[in-house]
Each structure stands twice: as C-alpha cells, then as structure tokens.
C-alpha cells in the first residue's frame, strides 16, 4: 500500500526554520503532485503548498509565499517542505499528500502522511 511518512516537525521560535521531510512508499503514479497541508486547533485543514508535476509549478497561499519552499527528490522518493521566518500562526499539524492534480481541497487526496507537529513560539 502507498504509505507517505512526515519527519522533522518540533518547536522553534519566531523567526527561526525548520524542515519538514515525506517519504514516500509502495506504488505512486510517477506524475503524482505532492502538496503540503496543516491544520491548526479549531481550524479548517489548508493547503500550504504544492508542486504540480506536470509543469513543475508550484503554489503557494499569501501566508507563506517566499517564507516556505516546496521541493521533491524523485532519487530518493522524498518530499521536503523549507519553513523560514516561521510566524506563530505557522504552529499547526503539518501533513504531506499526494494527489494526481495540485486540488486546493484536502478532500481531493487520496494518500496522506500521518502530521508532524509544528510549534511557534513568540
């Protein structure tokens, strides 16, 4: 079965980065888009990003555009999302899916890691 595994979440302050990484296992289309979600407490799951292969675009909300990269290393079946100047609000579960097109919503997704936890403090 696809299996899609989050590593690198923890706590850091305002300001500071982390580095969130998905791996990714058993069969995917190699076409397959890869997106990053999160989901703070009372909040609805969104999108953070995405990097839709068949163009190699990418996209990302206001709220973290030029503050978060998205990339992929196909060699290695792992997905990397770069947090820089992280903000407070940035605190959320974060999760990695893949999906065949880059959908704005979480339900379009058919496989998902299973969240890594962000922190912010001020």
């Known amino acids: 079965q696809v299996q899609l595994v989050e590593s690198g979440g923890g706590s850091v302050q305002a300001g500071g980065s982390l580095r969130l990484s998905c791996a990714v296992s058993?069969?995917?289309?190699?076409?397959?888009?890869m997106a990053w979600f999160r989901q703070a407490p009372g909040k609805d799951r969104e999108r953070v990003a995405c990097?839709?292969?068949?163009?190699?675009?990418?996209y990302y909300p206001d709220s973290v555009k030029g503050r978060f990269t998205l990339s992929v290393d196909k060699a290695k079946n792992t997905g990397h999302l770069e947090m820089n100047r992280l903000k407070p609000e940035d605190s959320a579960v974060y999760y990695c899916?893949?999906?065949?097109?880059?959908?704005?919503?979480?339900?379009?997704?058919?496989?998902w890691g299973q969240g890594t936890q962000v922190t912010v403090s001020s």
């Open positions: 899916a893949t999906s065949r097109n880059c959908y704005s919503s979480a339900s379009a997704y058919p496989y």
């Open positions: 990097l839709y292969s068949e163009t190699d675009a990418t």
């Open positions: 058993g069969y995917i289309d190699s076409s397959y888009s």
